[in-house]
């Protein structure tokens, strides 16, 4: 089946360590998009990669770092420049293929996320 | 650039009666505007979209308007079902190409049996 993973599930952090989310996607899809969860706040986008070895900034990216070598692989790295990354993130990706058979370029598909805690 | 609002952030409903979602959008340029569910421990899936060439979209349950004049649109599920409980967000974007997705801030809803 076609679909969109993230790993881990949970993950613990030490304050002052990077830490790297992995999301990968086997569904062709050209774009690919980082955001982050909070209570209360929706959700904001880090950043986004139209295409391969191309990315640009979200809204909220500083304290975050991400590549894109490989179409199927988004990782996202939570530096320790990142004041408070304590936050559910989701990973998504886009490529025109809509859930109803027809083209949309603008559906977004999303991971199962991946929570990640400062201790 | 796009802001989303949304209301209420959190709506509690009884089972079989309707809800209702209202989201606001201050870019006249966007013209697409999906709804996502998220249930707990998931990420969101798009339930229903509409662009703004059309003034109102229904699948089913769910149903969405959008007034392109006033920037707003809304979500309205009929006759709530215990399942239909999550979270809603709405968004907006400008169709064409990979585009930014901008969300609102969600919308808890509980369906009380």
């Known amino acids: 089946d076609g679909g969109i993973t993230q790993s881990p599930k949970y993950l613990f952090r030490k304050e002052g360590q990077n830490v790297t989310l992995s999301c990968e996607q086997n569904l062709n899809h050209d774009a690919m998009y980082w955001y982050r969860q909070d209570p209360g706040q929706g959700l904001r986008l880090i950043y986004y990669?139209?295409?391969?070895?191309?990315?640009q900034k979200g809204d909220i990216a500083e304290g975050y770092s991400v590549s894109r070598e490989k179409k199927e692989s988004f990782p996202l790295t939570v530096t320790s420049a990142q004041k408070n990354p304590t936050a559910f993130y989701l990973c998504?990706?886009?490529?025109?293929?809509?859930?109803?058979?027809?083209?949309?370029?603008?559906?977004?598909?999303f991971g199962p996320g991946t929570r990640l805690t400062v201790l | 650039g796009e802001n989303v609002e949304q209301h209420p952030s959190t709506l509690s409903v009884q089972e079989g009666d309707s809800a209702v979602i209202k989201c606001t959008y201050s870019d006249s340029a966007s013209n697409y505007f999906p709804w996502y569910k998220q249930e707990l421990g998931k990420g969101p899936q798009l339930i229903i979209d509409i662009r703004s060439n059309v003034g109102e979209k229904k699948d089913q349950r769910i149903a969405v308007t959008l007034n392109k004049t006033a920037k707003h649109f809304s979500l309205h599920i009929t006759e709530t079902q215990p399942e239909d409980s999550a979270v809603y967000f709405c968004a907006a974007s400008f169709s064409g190409g990979y585009q930014k997705v901008t969300f609102g801030i969600g919308t808890k809803l509980q369906v009380i049996p």
């Open positions: 990669s139209q295409i391969v070895n191309d990315f």
């Open positions: 998504a990706s886009t490529g025109g293929d809509g859930q109803r058979g027809r083209p949309n370029y603008n559906e977004q598909f």
